[in-house]
């Protein structure tokens, strides 16, 4: 079926990673995965900011002193345990490979935000694209009703520049529905709304038809005496505007289409209201959904920075995460979605093994974890793994840019592909001297 353009839209209104062996074959890889309409991959980031206790959560060390008063449970894969308080996600272990080996060195949130959702630290004047950017600008489908990247309920206090399109432009910003601030719970469902998308009451169709056609050719205008990315980035945005207007763009936030029954199995706060809204964003053709989960009903702190209370603070962060991360890979898989669909589960850093005077874990980026799960990665495994007392990684150890190429490579995105950036030269998408973990790629 043939969409209609622009104009006809208003017509109609007015009536009613890797090293040089590796650049090889990544790009055959990309071009394959761009070729197969089948396989057009989407990626949802879980975006957990304050940073997660690994132990927890995913790497738990039940033996020693440092690990706390939880328990570990059994999951679907033999031999892999997670947190008591994880009981659903642990019957989709299946789909999920854990890296318990992540090791980075920045402690600060800034800095340790700006690098997991970028790959690169702050430089000076240039400005480094968000996840979503990059991976939506690779994977962009260009005349779609909705934007290709959509942000629910974004936490930026701790780092704004980490959340925005940077050198690549406006045109690449995502779509931002509800928003996260300091000290907010996270039990409004109902606060992930889009606003603008319908007339207001005093314009009808045909009025607002005729002030778009008017917008147009004043634009055209002056595109013609003017041109450049600031131009071009006003217009897209617009054309995207008008696009969602249409009755299939705005009925994807709707969330009242669903069933009482399935937005309770979410979890009836935005957290998991989000989830079914990446979900139904994904079913749509959305490329990259982020759903960030900064506080739970009870719990009002800067997300998991759980220097007091830490187990308190997990317990409730992890019941809204396990009923909305396992339903949302249910619902997926029953849809068909789940073999093309990236899900990535990560905050900034991990949390010390060694409990504070508070009851508390502090800022550990030295040996942490991430999840990987769904379309492109092998699930039913652990990757890495950490010493006995949590303090250091044992085995195989895996930095930002390799966890970002793995990402890169399950999506058929190439890492070495380079894009201008506002300094006047060319950036990757990964840092070269990345190696991407061969062992959960499917």
């Known amino acids: ?14 009536g009613g990673l890797l090293g040089a ?21 989407s990626c949802i980031l879980l975006w957990m900011p304050g940073g997660p206790s690994q132990m927890d959560t995913f790497d738990l060390k ?4 440092n690990g706390g008063e939880f328990s570990e449970i059994e999951t679907s894969v033999p031999g892999i345990r997670i947190s008591e308080h994880l009981p659903q996600l642990a019957k989709q272990m299946d789909e999920c490979a854990i890296v318990r080996s992540m090791s980075t060195k920045e402690g600060d949130h800034g800095r340790a935000t700006y690098l997991m959702r970028t790959g690169y630290l702050p430089q000076g004047p240039l400005r480094h694209p968000t996840l979503g950017s990059l991976f939506s ?5 260009t005349e779609a009703d909705l934007p290709n990247f959509i942000s629910v309920a974004p936490y930026r206090f701790l780092s704004p520049a980490a959340f925005g399109p940077g050198y690549l432009g406006p045109q690449f910003a995502p779509l931002v529905v509800g928003s996260a601030q300091p000290g907010q719970n996270d039990d409004d469902e109902n606060s992930l709304q889009v606003e603008n998308l319908k007339l207001s009451d005093a314009v009808n169709t045909a009025q607002a038809g005729a002030r778009l056609q008017l917008l147009e050719e004043i634009e055209n205008g002056f595109r013609a005496q003017r041109p450049g990315v600031a131009v ?12 969602m207007m249409q009755a299939g763009g705005a009925a994807a936030f709707d969330l009242t289409e669903e069933s009482d029954e399935t937005r309770d199995q979410y979890g009836r706060n935005r957290f998991g209201q989000g989830c079914l809204l990446a979900r139904r964003l994904v079913e749509r053709g959305v490329p990259f959904v982020e759903v960030s989960l900064s506080s739970a009903a009870g719990n009002a702190a800067l997300g998991w920075d759980s220097h007091q209370n830490n187990f308190e603070t997990v317990k409730d962060l992890s019941e809204v995460l396990d009923a909305a991360w396992a339903t949302l890979m249910t619902d997926l898989k029953q849809r068909g979605l789940l073999d093309s669909t990236l899900i990535v589960w990560m905050g900034e850093f991990g949390r010390t093994p060694v409990i504070n005077a508070n009851a508390g874990r502090d800022h550990f980026p030295a040996a942490w974890s991430t999840v990987l799960a769904g379309g492109g990665i092998k699930g039913g495994q652990v990757h890495g793994k950490t010493g006995e007392d949590g303090m250091q990684v044992a085995e195989n150890p895996v930095t930002t840019p390799d966890l970002l190429a793995t990402i890169c490579a399950a999506l058929g995105i190439d890492p070495q592909k380079q894009n201008m950036s506002n300094v006047g030269r060319p950036v990757r998408i990964v840092d070269p001297e990345a190696k991407p973990i061969q062992e959960v790629l499917a």
């Not at 079926?1 to 007015?14: E, F, G, N, V, Y």
């Not at 090889?24 to 991959?41: G, H, I, Q, S, V």
């Open 1 to 14: 079926m043939l969409k209609a353009t622009r104009r006809d839209w208003m017509s109609m209104t007015a």
């Open 137 to 141: 600008k690779e994977l962009a489908q």
């Open 232 to 243: 071009n980035s006003h217009k897209a945005a617009y054309d995207q505007a008008v696009r």
């Open 21 to 41: 062996s590796m650049s090889r074959w990544m790009p055959l890889l990309a071009a394959d995965t761009a070729a197969a309409a089948e396989r057009k991959r």
């Open 62 to 65: 039940p033996e020693h002193k």
